[in-house]
Protein backbone atom coordinates (compact mmCIF):
# COMPACT_ATOMS: atom_id res chain seq x y z
CA UNK A 1 0.00 0.00 0.00
CA UNK A 2 1.57 3.50 -0.81
CA UNK A 3 1.42 6.73 1.05
CA UNK A 4 -0.54 8.34 -1.81
CA UNK A 5 -3.53 6.14 -1.17
CA UNK A 6 -6.45 6.98 1.77
CA UNK A 7 -6.95 4.66 4.21
CA UNK A 8 -10.50 2.89 3.81
CA UNK A 9 -13.66 4.33 4.88
CA UNK A 10 -15.38 2.77 7.30
CA UNK A 11 -19.09 2.27 7.20
CA UNK A 12 -21.05 4.87 9.89
CA UNK A 13 -17.82 7.34 10.34
CA UNK A 14 -17.75 10.83 9.37
CA UNK A 15 -15.17 11.89 6.47
CA UNK A 16 -12.88 14.97 8.17
CA UNK A 17 -12.25 16.15 4.71
CA UNK A 18 -13.25 19.28 4.64
CA UNK A 19 -12.93 19.16 0.82
CA UNK A 20 -15.82 16.37 0.46
CA UNK A 21 -18.59 17.46 -0.93
CA UNK A 22 -21.92 19.25 1.08
CA UNK A 23 -24.43 17.15 -1.46
CA UNK A 24 -23.98 13.98 1.48
CA UNK A 25 -25.43 15.67 4.15
CA UNK A 26 -29.49 16.21 3.39
CA UNK A 27 -31.50 18.36 3.24
CA UNK A 28 -29.29 20.86 0.84
CA UNK A 29 -29.89 24.01 -0.66
CA UNK A 30 -27.51 26.17 -2.91
CA UNK A 31 -24.56 23.83 -1.71
CA UNK A 32 -25.36 24.88 1.79
CA UNK A 33 -26.51 22.75 4.13
CA UNK A 34 -30.11 23.45 5.71
CA UNK A 35 -29.97 21.53 9.01
CA UNK A 36 -29.97 21.68 12.96
CA UNK A 37 -26.68 23.74 13.32
CA UNK A 38 -27.20 26.16 10.67
CA UNK A 39 -30.68 26.62 12.12
CA UNK A 40 -29.95 27.31 15.51
CA UNK A 41 -26.90 29.36 14.35
CA UNK A 42 -29.58 31.54 12.61
CA UNK A 43 -31.41 31.42 15.33
CA UNK A 44 -29.20 32.58 18.33
CA UNK A 45 -26.90 34.57 15.53
CA UNK A 46 -23.76 32.90 17.07
CA UNK A 47 -21.21 32.43 14.52
CA UNK A 48 -22.79 34.37 12.11
CA UNK A 49 -22.27 38.15 10.77
CA UNK A 50 -25.42 40.23 9.40
CA UNK A 51 -24.75 39.31 6.00
CA UNK A 52 -24.88 35.50 6.73
CA UNK A 53 -27.91 36.06 8.82
CA UNK A 54 -30.16 37.28 5.59
CA UNK A 55 -28.83 34.97 2.95
CA UNK A 56 -30.27 32.38 5.49
CA UNK A 57 -33.70 33.74 6.00
CA UNK A 58 -33.65 34.24 2.23
CA UNK A 59 -32.45 30.64 2.11
CA UNK A 60 -34.70 29.36 4.29
CA UNK A 61 -37.74 30.89 2.55
CA UNK A 62 -36.66 29.94 -1.26
CA UNK A 63 -36.11 26.18 0.30
CA UNK A 64 -39.25 26.02 2.04
CA UNK A 65 -41.94 27.83 0.20
CA UNK A 66 -43.51 25.14 -1.74
CA UNK A 67 -43.64 23.25 1.28
CA UNK A 68 -45.57 26.54 3.17
CA UNK A 69 -47.81 27.63 -0.10
CA UNK A 70 -48.72 23.30 0.07
CA UNK A 71 -49.55 23.30 3.79
CA UNK A 72 -51.30 26.51 3.33
CA UNK A 73 -53.66 25.51 0.08
CA UNK A 74 -54.58 22.34 1.73
CA UNK A 75 -55.96 23.80 5.04
CA UNK A 76 -57.43 26.33 2.66
CA UNK A 77 -59.15 23.75 0.65
CA UNK A 78 -60.54 21.90 4.07
CA UNK A 79 -62.23 24.96 5.56
CA UNK A 80 -63.80 25.71 1.99
CA UNK A 81 -64.65 22.14 2.06
CA UNK A 82 -66.04 21.77 5.19
CA UNK A 83 -67.43 25.23 6.55
CA UNK A 84 -70.58 25.78 8.01
CA UNK A 85 -73.76 26.50 5.57
Not at 19 to 34: A, I, L, R, T
Request: charged residues 35%.
Amino acid sequence: MSDDTPPPKIEGTVSLDHESPVSDSKPVYKGKPMNFFRHMSAITGYGMTPESIEEYRRDFDDYYAERLCKRCEDNRDWLIQYKPP
